[in-house]
């Protein structure tokens, strides 16, 4: 395995969406290992980024506030970094079937501005680009593989794997070393709880602290893989800081499938509070469903030696334990009354 301190050291690393509950972990991560670390983050409202989640770092990485669709502006970033993880986007399903035009600006004109910048400002520096398992659709069989098709259900998912595209080309065309991180659920302190329109998990952590009903769609036998945030920080470094990695995709995913019902009951039973109901499928959220879905993560693996390393319960005892002391950090005066996608 790449030993990161040594490779990280005094390097300058850019995070984009770097407020962001992954991009925030990671720069704990970087700062750590002694890297030069800019975050960037437009911090839009709903989007997840929060200045609280560098809390007790502040004085060690630099901060701007900066929209990654602004071609000026990245074009002057990017300039001195040696590694681009490329965080920020939108990722609600819903919204993107709602508005599917913003949803195209911030996952592929944002993807096109930072290689531009960097193909023409910075052509050294390796991107690592966030790409999501959402990418495959409904899966042809378990567990899925990166050999497996790519057959978006949502906007969200064909904008994404476009903004996956962009970085193999420049990577293969220009020279500008790429890669993509399929990322399957991930989970854990810093995770956006104020509204459910981001996915499940942070969502059902946030009703179960506050011991309120919790529903599940259909029977809740749909499975799902997890990765705690720590690892997938750790899948980013790996990558960044590896070769073999140039012009792949990867999938990063989680060693326990497990089914929403279970999920949820072992949430119900570490915090002590919240109840489960199940519900029928709501109509919208029914139309972009996958079904059950876990990967397997060992092409990634194979490429540069990472291994989960944190299980379930332990992951999600930290998360649980976050927020039970910085809850009111996360949330807004006004809950929604809408159930997540599932």
């Not at 329109?197 to 059902?204: A, H, K, L, Y």
């Not at 899948?235 to 999920?263: C, I, K, M, Q, W």
Request: contains cysteine; aromatic residues 10%; glycine residues 10%.
């Amino acid at each position: 395995m790449t030993d990161l301190a040594a490779f990280y050291r005094g390097r300058r690393v850019m995070v984009t969406g770097g407020l962001g509950f992954i991009g925030s972990n990671l720069a704990r991560r970087l700062v750590d290992l002694g890297a030069d670390v800019l975050l960037v983050d437009s911090l839009i409202p709903d989007y997840g980024g929060h200045l609280f989640n560098i809390a007790g770092i502040e004085d060690r990485v630099r901060v701007n506030i900066a929209d990654v669709r602004q071609q000026s502006t990245m074009d002057y970033l990017v300039r001195d970094r040696e590694v681009v993880f490329s965080l920020a986007g939108q990722v609600s399903h819903i919204d993107s079937m709602r508005d599917p035009f913003t949803d195209l600006e911030i996952n592929c004109r944002s993807q096109l501005t930072i290689l531009e910048a960097c193909r023409r400002f910075n052509a050294r520096a390796k991107v690592v680009y966030a790409g999501t398992r959402q990418v495959y659709g409904k899966p042809d069989y378990l567990p899925v593989d990166e050999r497996h098709l790519v057959r978006p259900t949502d906007v969200n998912g064909i904008n994404k794997v476009a903004g996956e595209y962009y970085h193999l080309v420049y990577n293969n065309v220009f020279g500008v070393r790429g890669c993509s991180l399929r990322l399957t659920n991930v989970y854990g302190p810093r995770q956006l709880v104020r509204h459910n329109r981001q996915g499940f998990i942070g969502w059902f952590i946030r009703l179960v602290i506050e011991d309120r009903e919790v529903e599940i769609f259909g029977d809740g036998s749909q499975m799902r893989d997890f990765v705690y945030v720590d690892d997938a920080a750790e899948a980013f470094l790996l990558a960044g800081a590896s070769e073999a990695t140039n012009g792949e995709v990867f999938n990063v995913g989680g060693d326990e499938p497990v089914s929403h019902r279970d999920l949820v009951a072992m949430l119900v039973e570490m915090a002590g509070s919240g109840r489960i109901r199940f519900v029928e499928w709501p109509a919208e959220k029914k139309a972009i469903d996958i079904g059950s879905f876990y990967s397997d993560s060992s092409k990634f693996r194979a490429a540069t030696g990472w291994q989960p390393r944190v299980g379930l319960r332990e992951g999600f005892g930290r998360t649980l334990a976050y927020y039970r002391e910085h809850l009111a950090r996360y949330l807004d005066e006004t809950a929604p009354a809408t159930a997540p996608p599932q």
